[in-house]
């Protein structure tokens, strides 16, 4: 056997089996090790030249992903000839061409019923909404834009999108927004190469734009909440009683949405849903029932509500609730939506504050409202905010159910019981000259 022969491989043990590793001159390096299956090295050594005899074929193992910068060095330290150049590039070209267009993927990507993502995301336990799908396809038209529907996924570079990064902040948008539409299209490629659709993700490196100029996020003084609750501006009870639950709880106008009489018990409120235009009730946000503090007079509210439901059937003495939520709809088993809680706190509070009761004076106070970051959802913010200055952290985030799963098992029912006591009466200290209340008396532990 010839020197040339024997130096184009070299055999490694590993164990007990010998592996064979070939050289390759262009690159100046050895292939991956591959076992020939043999303990002997004499047998093992007839394996491989049975091999570059052509008297055998190697054995299939499974593939290795290789990484793009791997691929990359290659190419530029082998000596290719103008005819091998030419076929790597008939064999990238082939591999774009099978794959889909961009656009089309990304569409089918975010639509709820045919993804792939969406169904791996729930076979795994994740939570997925069909809002956040939807909020998503609305945003595959920016890419579309830029894009158009003929290039393939395959052929999307890293400058070209980092050129529609730069696309995105040319039409004015907030730097957060510019994120949002961006992250619709890279979280679809980064599932791409790691299925295997892609040789890489060309978005994997790209930095996001900074959100310094995000939308200011403002919170309702006590002040405020005081003249909101009594104004007479309100055209809807139930949207009066849903500020009035928002800032006394610090629940989402979804989660609001999607209570129902037997979430009331004696000292506190049962969140066990959301509602959602897409979705319908659900789990809230972060996946688990949480309870909420209820005082006295805000319970009060709550049963007046039931008294006034349309859905409610009288029966003699008692009444057989037909509907299913404390917050009515145009339905039974639809309830008042979150977007109608915002927009009449939105009538109101503009009403409320306005200089005078002129259409000029209340868009102003509006405007003003909207500069400020004021939102049905800044109810929470100004809950979380009065509570911190009284509680400690983890029964802040106990109240406002943004608690990890790591918390949850750390601290005994006992502990969450006590916190949850601390919890009711910081809340009605808080709120004493905003609402009348009876302030909950100390319970032992």
């Known amino acids: 056997m010839s020197t040339q022969l024997e130096q184009s491989f070299t055999l490694v043990k590993r164990g007990k089996i010998w592996y064979y590793r070939f050289y390759i001159p262009e690159a100046k390096k050895y292939t991956s090790g591959l076992s020939t299956g043999e303990t002997d090295k004499k047998k093992a050594l007839g394996y491989v030249y049975n091999i570059l005899n052509g008297t055998k074929t190697q054995q299939p193992r499974a593939k290795k992903q290789i990484q793009y910068s791997q691929i990359q060095g290659l190419i530029q330290e082998a000596q290719l000839s103008e005819e091998q150049a030419n076929t790597l590039i008939r064999v990238l070209k082939d591999r774009i061409k099978n794959t889909p267009s961009l656009v089309e993927f990304i569409t089918k990507f975010w639509t709820y019923e045919d993804s792939p993502y969406v169904k791996e995301k729930l076979s795994y336990g994740h939570s997925l909404s069909k809002r956040h799908c939807f909020e998503s396809l609305k945003r595959v038209k920016v890419w579309t834009e830029f894009f158009g529907n003929s290039m393939n996924l395959g052929e999307v570079t890293r400058d070209e999108l980092k050129d529609f990064q730069m696309f995105l902040r040319s039409k004015g948008l907030a730097q957060s927004t510019c994120n949002k539409i961006f992250l619709v299209g890279s979280t679809a490629m980064k599932w791409a190469a790691d299925n295997k659709l892609i040789p890489v993700n060309p978005a994997d490196t790209l930095r996001k734009f900074s959100q310094a100029d995000s939308a200011k996020k403002g919170a309702f003084t006590l002040d405020q909440a005081q003249k909101i609750i009594n104004s007479p501006y309100w055209n809807d009870e139930r949207k ?176 969450n019981e006590k916190h949850f006591q601390d919890l009711l009466r910081a809340t009605a200290a808080a709120v004493e000259n905003v609402i009348p209340f009876e302030a909950p008396k100390r319970k032992e532990a």
Not at 377 to 406: E, F, I, P
């Open 240 to 415: 009066r009683v849903g500020f009035l639950v928002a800032f006394t709880t610090g629940l989402r106008a979804g989660e609001i949405s999607g209570l129902t009489p037997d979430c009331i018990l004696e000292d506190r409120l049962i969140v066990r849903g959301t509602w959602g235009i897409k979705d319908g009730l659900k789990t809230p946000k972060n996946g688990t029932t949480r309870e909420a503090p209820l005082l006295p007079h805000v319970k009060d509210e709550l049963e007046k509500l039931i008294e006034l439901n349309p859905w409610t059937q009288k029966k003699g003495e008692q009444d057989e609730i037909q509907g299913k939520f404390l917050f009515w709809g145009m339905t039974a088993d639809v309830p008042m939506l979150p977007a109608q809680l915002n927009h009449g706190l939105s009538d109101c509070y503009s009403k409320t504050f306005a200089t005078e009761q002129s259409p000029k004076a209340i868009e102003k106070t509006y405007q003003q409202m909207k500069g400020e970051g004021l939102s049905f959802h800044s109810t929470r913010h100004a809950y979380a905010a009065y509570l911190a200055d009284r509680v400690d952290l983890r029964t802040v985030q106990m109240a406002t159910g943004h608690k990890t799963a790591a918390m949850a098992e750390h601290y005994s029912n006992h502990a």
